[in-house]
């Protein structure tokens, strides 16, 4: 191999390296002495999930990101949702759904127990989520509720290997899939009627979840959907306050 070929390869590997060690590095979240809560020296699938879900709930706040390329033929339909949720508990960003045959992308808050949307040229509204197939997004990060309770239910837990997620492919832990319940499910999307949904959890070194990829039936009389939920930013604190411009 010529001088020039062999800088090329080095250079080649050099680049390489990091990428290689960011999706094969990272410490194996069964290992973390806090997730193993019998003792036993070894957290459990479960115990791991479990922990994750506490670790959600203790957070001052996370950037969230629910989504679903799936584009069923149902009224009301919630596409997508993203933002800030806080401890509050409070949750200020946008929602983007159909809702009496509208298709629209609004700003929404909830704080104090109260939700909001902007919609256009009413302005800000108050409403009850359920009636648009959405939770209460301040709630999703609650300990008892939203995604720790899909944590926390979550049976037939099994680990998988270390991955990266679909959504932020920087974004590296190890998978575990599970079954979820539906009454568990409730909780983060009001309207579904499965008893039960496949899910694979992404669950970083530090033993949080990272995403949660949701398949099952989430709407009367539509196929079954896949939902994403991509969680950042842990410890993030955002003031959210009620719109001072109201119906």
């Known amino acids: 191999m010529s001088s020039l070929r062999r800088l090329a ?52 706040g996370v950037r969230l990101r629910l989504s679903t390329t799936d584009t069923p033929d149902v009224d009301p339909f919630l596409g997508s949702a993203e933002g800030v949720v806080t401890r509050a508990p409070a949750f200020e960003g946008q929602a983007s759904g159909t809702f009496q045959g509208q298709s629209a992308t609004v700003a929404v808050r909830s704080v104090d127990g109260t939700f909001y949307a902007e919609l256009p040229i009413v302005g800000w509204q108050d409403f009850d989520p359920a009636t648009l197939c959405a939770p209460d997004p301040a709630t999703l990060i609650d300990p008892d509720a939203g995604v720790s309770s899909v944590l926390a239910e979550a049976t037939d837990v099994e680990q998988g290997d270390e991955a990266r997620a679909e959504s932020d492919n920087e974004v590296t832990g190890t998978r575990y899939t599970a079954t979820v319940p539906g009454s568990a499910m409730k909780n983060v999307l009001p309207c579904a ?23 099952g039936e989430f709407f009367s009389g539509a196929p079954e959907l896949t939902y994403t939920i991509f969680l950042s930013d842990y410890g993030v604190e955002q003031d959210v306050t009620a719109p001072t411009d109201g119906p």
């Not at 019998?38 to 479960?46: F, I, K, L, N, T």
Request: net charge negative; aromatic share 4%.
């Open 9 to 60: 390869a080095a250079a080649a590997l050099a680049l390489a390296l990091p990428a290689l060690a960011a999706c094969s590095g990272g410490d194996d979240p069964s290992q973390n002495a806090d997730a193993d809560a019998d003792g036993s020296g070894e957290a459990s699938p479960a115990e791991v999930l479990a922990f994750a879900g506490e670790q959600l709930g203790e957070t001052a």
């Open 193 to 215: 009627p499965g008893d039960t949904f496949e899910g694979t959890f992404l669950v970083d070194a530090d033993g949080r979840l990272r995403e949660a990829v949701l398949t």
